[in-house]
Nanobody, 120 residues
Framework: QVQLVESGGGLVQPGGSLGLSCATS????????MGWYRQAPGNQRELVAAITTGGRTKYADSVKGRFTISRDNAKNTVYLQMNNLRPEDTADYYCNAGARGLGSSPGNYWGQGTQVTVSS
């Protein structure tokens, strides 16, 4: 059974920073594109950022210049560093693995989700 274990998230004031991490097995991490998605109440789940095994990245326009996705191959972990957070970034954030390409639909493997709330 594939497991994506997320950590991080929480409550932060506008303009603040948060980091998310997602750990999985080497068998998954070494071959799959890893991504972060988010879903706000009443909205569809949307791509935030994704990264290939080779380190190529894709970001949603709304987070470019503020969020950074990275991966640590030694730890089988993908990270999302979120800076200059805005209230509209408030959502449940999900780790994903298995997309076929950076611009394709998400893969079949999902983490449990972690909540990010940006509020003063």
């Amino acid at each position: 059974q594939v497991q994506l274990v997320e950590s991080g998230g929480g409550l932060v004031q506008p303009g603040g920073s948060l980091g998310l991490s997602c750990a999985t097995s080497r068998s998954i991490f070494s071959i799959y594109i890893m991504g972060w998605y988010r879903q706000a109440p009443g909205n569809q789940r949307e791509l935030v950022a994704a990264i290939t095994t080779g380190g190529r990245t894709k970001y949603a326009d709304s987070v470019k210049g503020r969020f950074t996705i990275s991966r640590d191959n030694a730890k089988n972990t993908v990270y999302l560093q979120m800076n200059n957070l805005r209230p509209e970034d408030t959502a449940d954030y999900y780790c994903n693995a298995g997309a076929r390409g950076l611009g394709s639909s998400p893969g079949n493997y999902w983490g449990q989700g972690t909540q990010v709330t940006v509020s003063s």
